[in-house]
């Protein structure tokens, strides 16, 4: 298995930028499809994006295409959540997941076996 930790949330104004990282450790950090989520107060779980095992393959929700760009460094064990023009809207605990299909692009949380802790971002209008 493998242990998730999001780092990189903070309070940002509208408009400014934000890039959250996923560290993890454990099994080979490759084996996995790599997603990011977001829980915002009062609100279930959302997709934010997905990425296949090398990077090939990227897919974003609606919401964000354009503004986020998820990337991962296998050498750094590391996923990476680029965000820009952020948003009051875009406030939230954000999540990264693993997913053991590592070639499958998913949206849904329940494909998803490992979770990170979360980290908050907040943007002020």
């Known amino acids: 298995q493998v242990q998730l930790v999001e780092s990189g949330g903070g309070l940002v104004q509208a408009g400014g930028s934000l890039r959250l990282s996923c560290a993890a450790s454990g099994r080979t950090f490759s084996s996995y499809a790599m997603g990011w989520f977001r829980q915002a107060p009062g609100k279930e779980r959302e997709f934010v994006a997905a990425?296949?095992?090398?990077?090939?393959?990227?897919y974003y929700a609606d919401s964000v295409k354009g503004r986020f760009t998820i990337s991962r460094d296998n050498a750094k064990n590391t996923v990476y959540l680029q965000m820009n023009s952020l948003k009051p809207k875009d406030t939230a605990v954000y999540y990264c997941?693993?997913?053991?299909?590592?070639?499958?692009?998913?949206?849904?949380?329940?494909?998803?076996?490992?979770w990170g802790q979360g980290t908050q971002v907040t943007v002020s209008s």
């Open positions: 990425i296949t095992w090398n990077g090939g393959s990227t």
């Open positions: 997941a693993a997913n053991n299909n590592r070639q499958r692009i998913a949206a849904r949380s329940r494909e998803y076996a490992y």
